[in-house]
């Protein structure tokens, strides 16, 4: 059978034909046959979620997914949000299983929805699913983007030398978030996806493609900065479902040669193709259609698989988590940390969202001062909300009033950049005038925490030498006992002359109290 015969028929079986012109060999990055396609599922994972989704769409009910990913789940390099897989995989939905409105029986709608954070660290800090008050399937994409986690600050633990490690760091905070899907009722389980759409392909460009690069160092991290195979073994260990493009990918873009893994003329599933001109992590818009219909085919399996499916299954292998709320015990995450950050958060904590375009509401009563400092969105599509202040003299002041928590913990969320960022200094006390008026005023020469003893004060650093601009966290060294109630104050300190940039700006994204 020919390679086009072979992606006509599976095609057909996959693409509703409203949809099979867009999905056509010219339209995608490159010819895609079904065997491909058979490589996409690295990880079965129990099907007991996945199933239970499948049948909502025998039903003809309308169903919503989210994805929560980073720059590639947003479509950046594809031509913006409209042309990336989320959209694409939702259109597939509805046509594939068109649903039905629950009052009325009318034509209804699947529903899509992207979260903004970026890294498995980020999407923990903000849980944006709090917002959603329906979901029925949840698909993970991080497996680049972990590898920018720049720490672990919600250890309550000593973890050793492990702290350091870009695998830890990864592991701790996917672990978190798994388990949290796992114990997530919106109102039933949710289906759970780990969705693997890229890879780093840094590790492998040559000297001639991007001379900036260190070609040996990346060579040598390889698979560090693609935290796949970390997602695939800790999603293998909570039984949820792999669907992988890199995975089959990869190997098809080296397996002639380096060169040739760089040749878009010769190699049509070369790194160089696949990826936007200049850029190592983000496929074009036709990539996002190959991601899509991976996406569509492991549906399309797994239906099969269910309608047929007349294996015997084990008591040991039904998903308890699902039937019971009854979880493994976490691997990264201590006894402590799962009970502070995984189970006593479903009965809610104390929580300022300065992200949510719509929550200013449930915040603006609690500011005590406000001295330079405003809620905006920064950024170019005017989605990314924060209370920033942004001048060389520094000095401006702002308070908020928190309650203690159970376990006294305070963690303050905040963007960290390589350019134009600068530091603030935070601290608690009972008094809504700015007490380190002084302090606040004086330049910090040192991008470094400093802990002297009982000193009052705590450095906020925002200032980062990756390229990149992402969300971090902070928990204060001084705990606020449960109950007891604070004034948190932030002040920005003066531009120094180890800043990157001319700017002096800091984004503050919220304050979460454990």
């Not at 949000?81 to 699947?110: D, I, M």
């Not at 902070?474 to 700017?503: K, Q």
Request: charged letters at 25%; a negative charge.
């Amino acid at each position: 059978m020919s390679g086009a015969t072979n992606q006509s028929s599976f095609l057909e079986e996959v693409i509703p034909e409203s949809l099979r012109s867009l999905y056509s060999q010219e339209q995608l990055q490159f010819p895609v046959t079904k065997s491909m396609l058979r490589q996409s599922r690295p990880i079965i994972g129990n099907n007991q979620r996945l199933h239970f989704f499948l049948k909502k769409l025998q039903k003809q009910q309308c169903t919503t997914v989210v994805f929560m990913g980073g720059s590639i789940t947003r479509g950046h390099g594809a031509g913006g949000p409209s042309k990336a897989y989320p959209p694409l995989f939702v259109q597939w939905l509805n046509e594939q299983y068109p649903c039905l409105n629950n009052n009325n029986g009318t034509r209804g709608v699947h529903i899509g929805k992207r979260t903004t954070a970026q890294n498995s660290q980020t999407s923990f800090i903000g849980w944006p699913l709090d917002h959603y008050d329906e979901i029925d399937l949840v698909l993970l994409e991080f497996n680049v983007n972990d590898a920018f986690i720049p720490d672990l600050p919600h250890a309550l633990e000593d973890k050793g030398w492990n702290e350091a490690m870009m695998e830890y760091k990864s592991g701790w905070y996917y672990e978190a978030i798994l388990r949290r899907l796992l114990l997530l009722r919106k109102p039933d389980p949710v289906a759970i996806i780990t969705f693997n759409a890229d890879y780093n392909g840094d590790s492998w460009l040559n000297n001639t493609e991007q001379p900036r690069r260190n070609i040996p160092l990346n060579r040598k991290k390889l698979f560090r900065d693609n935290n796949e195979p970390m997602k695939i073994w800790l999603s293998s260990l909570y039984e949820i479902p792999v669907i992988s493009a890199s995975i089959w990918l990869l190997p098809l873009a080296s397996k002639q040669g380096l060169n040739l893994q760089f040749s878009p003329n010769r190699n049509p599933y070369s790194t160089t193709s696949w990826h936007v001109e200049n850029d190592s992590f983000h496929p074009r818009h036709r990539g996002h259609l190959v991601l899509a219909l991976v996406l569509a085919y492991n549906i399309i399996e797994e239906e099969k698989i269910m309608l047929n499916d007349s294996q015997q299954v084990a008591d040991i292998e039904r998903d308890f988590s699902a039937e019971k709320s009854l979880l493994r015990d976490p691997v990264y995450l201590s006894p402590e940390e799962d009970d502070t950050y995984i189970r006593a958060r479903r009965g809610g904590q104390d929580l300022i969202d300065f992200t949510d375009s719509g929550g200013e509401a449930n915040w603006r009563g609690r500011i005590v001062a406000n001295d330079g400092w405003t809620w905006m969105a920064d950024n170019k599509d005017k989605d990314k909300f924060g209370i920033i202040s942004d001048d060389k003299a520094g000095g401006q002041h702002f308070a908020v009033k928190i309650t203690g928590g159970k376990h006294g913990i305070v963690e303050v969320s905040f963007v960290i950049s390589y350019v134009n960022f600068g530091i603030a200094i935070a601290w608690l006390d009972d008094q809504p005038t700015n007490l380190h008026s002084d302090e606040c005023k004086e330049e910090i020469h040192a991008n470094l925490p400093v802990a002297r003893g009982e000193h009052v004060t705590q450095r906020l650093i925002a200032v980062w030498d990756e390229h990149v601009s992402v969300p971090t966290v902070n928990i204060l060294r001084h705990r606020l006992h449960e109950g007891d109630e604070a004034t948190l104050h932030f002040c920005l300190t003066p531009h120094s002359y180890i800043r990157h940039g001319e700017g002096n700006k800091f984004k503050l994204l919220g304050v979460r109290v454990f």
